[in-house]
């Protein structure tokens, strides 16, 4: 894990590929029931306020 945070830092990892899917915290209702039932191909979530 430190090893990859390291290379997070530098710019040197593309996060992009960690989510699938980006949700307010207003949209967590939706966003956990897309994730929970993978509906549009939902595999990762993050959710941000």
């Known amino acids: 894990m430190d090893r990859q945070l390291t290379h997070a830092q530098k710019g040197e990892l ?8 980006r949700f307010s915290l207003e949209d967590g209702t939706r ?15 993050v959710f941000a306020p």
């Open 14 to 21: 593309n996060r992009a590929c960690l989510a699938t899917h």
């Open 31 to 45: 966003g956990y029931d897309m994730f929970k039932h993978k509906t549009d191909g939902c595999l990762r979530a």
